[in-house]
């Protein structure tokens, strides 16, 4: 894999991944390994009484293994990462990057005014 070509002016929305998926946070970590494993994606956002609220990532899965949690009983709410980390459709890669550098974090939600469009990782940024 290599780098893209400097397109760091770019919109954020032409490397995005559109059609990010939730899940509620009084589910079960079982419920969000299955959504994981099943549309092979490395993180699911959270949403607590219908609002979005964090994220659950592979990484949050593994650490919660380590712990050795429950996870047929641990609320994914309880172990999100949270509060979701945001930047406007408009914004430049160049800017992300910067953002999610500053944040270190490694998902970073597109959002058009208050409507979530997307998600952006650093994968987004490799071709193949």
């Known amino acids: 894999m290599t780098l893209r070509e400097p397109i ?3 919109p954020v929305t032409s490397v995005m991944t559109k059609g990010v998926l939730f899940i509620e946070g009084e589910k079960n970590l079982n419920d969000a390994v299955k959504i994981i ?3 092979d994606v490395g993180s699911v956002l959270v949403t607590v009484n219908n609002e ?7 990484k949050d899965i593994v650490k919660a293994l380590f712990k050795k949690l ?14 979701l980390i945001s930047i406007s459709s408009r914004e430049t890669i160049s800017v992300a990057l910067v953002k999610m550098k500053e944040k270190r974090i490694n998902h970073l939600i ?8 997307g998600m952006l990782n650093p994968l987004n940024l490799l071709v193949v």
């Open 8 to 10: 760091y002016e770019e």
């Open 37 to 39: 494993a099943d549309f």
């Open 52 to 58: 979005p609220a964090g994220i659950i990532t592979t």
């Open 70 to 83: 429950d996870f047929g009983k641990t609320k994914i709410k309880e172990i999100m990462t949270s509060p």
């Open 110 to 117: 597109v959002k058009d005014g208050e409507k979530i469009i």
